[in-house]
């Protein structure tokens, strides 16, 4: 499925039939962070009443969680004020890193982008679903299909399956397509967003380290070295 044309094709139909603004079907939107949810939100807005629902448990260290979701409040005050579509409202579910460390307990070996990350998609989509389910919300998604790294076809898949579940239709999306991904880092910049390099896990932040630790070692085996200007010798 062709996911970029599947939301493409909803859209139209969407603003053919709330072309006076009128009962607007209502989204329940799981976000990541500001950064990706910045292109998301510009692009959906004009059509839906959005509600973003900041869950997050997969974010290990404390620290890092409240930088992350006060600039997703941040981001979301900012757009409220600048009147880019309906005004969007945000929940912060619980946080609790436990409960990720519980649903991927036995795969802590498992690669990145693997049934690790399967079994976390799986976790936050599906309190996202429940909530929409008892909010009465016409539609629920993810921001999550905007990442190069995350696997939007699984993303979909789970997504899909949970609607069935939960009865509360599933908004299917690649978010990345179409320059999605190349506008969210333009306006990550145009906001000043504090950027992750990482999902937020002890895993992909181990990971993270390694590949730099790799970089770093054969751009001393090469006899590159990086001068304070940035440049390169």
């Known amino acids: 499925m062709n996911y970029r044309?599947?939301?493409?094709?909803?859209?139209?139909?969407?603003?053919?039939?709330?072309?006076?603004?009128?009962?607007?079907?209502?989204?329940?939107?799981?976000?990541?962070?500001?950064?990706?949810?910045?292109?998301?939100?510009?692009?959906?807005?004009?059509?839906?009443?959005?509600?973003?629902f900041y869950f997050n448990p997969n974010i290990s260290e404390d620290a890092e969680y409240l930088r992350r979701v006060e600039e997703q409040k941040r981001l979301i005050r900012t757009y409220n004020r600048e009147e880019r579509g309906y005004p969007v409202s945000v929940v912060e579910g619980d946080y609790d890193p436990?409960?990720?460390?519980?649903?991927?307990?036995?795969?802590?070996d498992c690669p990145e982008g693997g049934e690790r990350c399967f079994r976390c998609y799986d976790l936050r989509l599906r309190e996202t679903a429940r909530q929409a389910a008892a909010g009465g919300y016409d539609f629920f998604g993810t921001t999550l299909t905007i990442s190069p790294l995350k696997n939007a076809e699984k993303l979909n898949e789970i997504g899909q399956a949970l609607a069935e579940e939960y009865g509360v239709a599933w908004l299917?999306?690649?978010?990345?397509?179409?320059?999605?991904?190349?506008?969210?880092?333009?306006?990550?910049?145009?906001?000043?967003?504090?950027?992750?390099d990482y999902c937020g896990c002890v895993f992909s932040k181990a990971e993270r380290e390694k590949v730099r630790q790799e970089k770093g070692n054969n751009e001393k085996n090469s006899g590159i070295i990086v001068r304070g200007n940035g440049k390169s010798f």
């Open 172 to 196: 299917f999306s690649d978010f990345k397509k179409k320059d999605g991904y190349k506008r969210s880092v333009e306006l990550s910049a145009q906001y000043d967003l504090y950027r992750q």
């Open 98 to 108: 436990q409960l990720f460390f519980r649903t991927v307990r036995g795969l802590e």
């Open 5 to 52: 044309r599947e939301l493409e094709k909803l859209l139209e139909r969407l603003e053919g039939e709330h072309r006076e603004g009128e009962n607007a079907p209502s989204l329940f939107l799981h976000s990541c962070c500001a950064p990706c949810s910045s292109y998301v939100l510009e692009y959906l807005c004009p059509v839906f009443r959005i509600t973003v």
